[in-house]
């Protein structure tokens, strides 16, 4: 089977047709998503973004890979809601250091109808400064989702984390199902999705096949697609399976990245996750590959990160600059 770089935005992909490009000789690969990158992005940019944790730890879900989790023994305790000036001081923080996007998580199952108040204040503060506000809060009913359109919300990421066949190997106390259910409520809100998964959890090649089918798939791709490699954290269940093993290497998690990219030629793939235990020749290769947005700053909701120095000093070293201008798929949305 020939795998060819599509001229138009598919939701018809075939899981054969994704094995397909994970299976060509990996300079193909990376030409390919390469000239599918350029064919709808600006090369040479990246879009900075930050993330904050605005309610840590104490969730009731059991998801392994999650030092959040009330099932964890990571020593994390749970914490309340941040205060909503708190929040915006971060935001302005973020933004003085280049950032685009301001990302707020909350170690939820799904927020509350008497925390909504302040989370939408927090959107409406962060959007007042000029930044794109995102959130990831778990599961949305379609009023909560309605709330944050209102507010201002710009994205909302609820990740699908890995193939329908392996999720249950990872998550028992949320379905499949209902993370999709979550992101049809946020598409009819009229919020710009962000949904990606992680790798490097234990599951085969087919699963990461599975993964990206389902994303390219779906009815309209994610504006932003999250790609985040396993950090294991001890007192998790796959922190302690895993611990001192790196269960994909990293030909295969930039192999990932550019098969994301051809398979949604639209979306900001995001390297996220795990970046902070990659060389800078792998960083590098996942730009050429397609990935042109990361989380910047030391801290990801729990685990650390690069942080804002070596980020600069990479870019430096790759003429690389941050990206300025507004998302392609976002721009379309603007237009329809």
């Not at 605005?54 to 969730?59: E, P, S, V």
């Not at 400064?129 to 599961?139: I, P």
């Not at 329908?164 to 809100?189: K, M, N």
């Not at 389902?214 to 504006?223: G, I, K, N, S």
Request: hydrophobic residues 40%; aromatic residues 6%; proline residues 4%.
């Amino acid at each position: 089977m020939t795998a060819k770089v599509p001229t138009i935005v598919r939701q018809d992909w075939t899981r054969a047709e994704i094995a397909a490009l994970f299976d060509l000789p990996f300079t193909e690969l990376m030409f390919r998503a390469a000239e599918t990158h350029r064919a709808h992005h600006a090369a040479g940019e990246v879009q900075l973004c930050t993330l904050l944790s605005i309610k840590t730890g104490g969730c009731p879900e059991d998801c392994g890979y999650c030092s959040q989790s009330a099932f964890a023994d990571s020593g994390l305790k749970a914490e309340k809601l941040m205060d909503v000036d708190a929040v915006l001081a971060s935001a302005a923080e973020a933004k003085a250091a280049g950032s685009q996007r301001f990302c707020m998580g909350a170690a939820w199952r799904s927020p509350k109808d008497r925390d909504m108040a302040a989370v939408c204040r927090m959107v409406e503060g962060v959007k007042a400064m000029g930044l794109e506000t995102c959130m990831t809060l778990g599961m949305l009913s379609g009023e909560q989702a309605r709330q944050l359109k209102a507010a201002g919300l710009d994205y909302y990421n609820h990740n699908i984390d890995t193939s329908p066949e392996h999720y249950g190997d990872i998550i028992s106390t949320r379905t499949f199902a209902d993370r999709l259910d979550t992101l049809e409520e946020v598409r009819a809100a009229g919020i710009s999705v962000c949904c990606g998964g992680i790798v490097g959890m234990g599951e085969s090649r087919e699963d990461r096949v599975g993964f990206l089918h389902a994303l390219a798939t779906l009815p309209r791709h994610p504006e932003s697609v999250p790609v985040n490699a396993l950090v294991p954290v001890k007192g998790t269940v796959l922190g302690d399976m895993y611990a001192g093993e790196r269960l994909i290497d990293d030909i295969e998690f930039v192999r990932t990245v550019a098969v994301a990219r051809i398979a949604m030629p639209r979306s900001m793939v995001r390297l996220s996750a795990g970046r902070e235990s990659m060389s800078e020749a792998t960083q590098a290769l996942c730009f050429l590959a397609g990935a042109n947005s990361i989380f910047t700053g030391d801290k990801l909701l729990t685990t650390t990160n690069a942080g804002d120095s070596k980020d600069s000093a990479l870019f430096a070293k790759l003429g690389l600059k941050p990206m300025q201008a507004e998302e392609p798929m976002r721009v379309l949305e603007a237009a329809e």
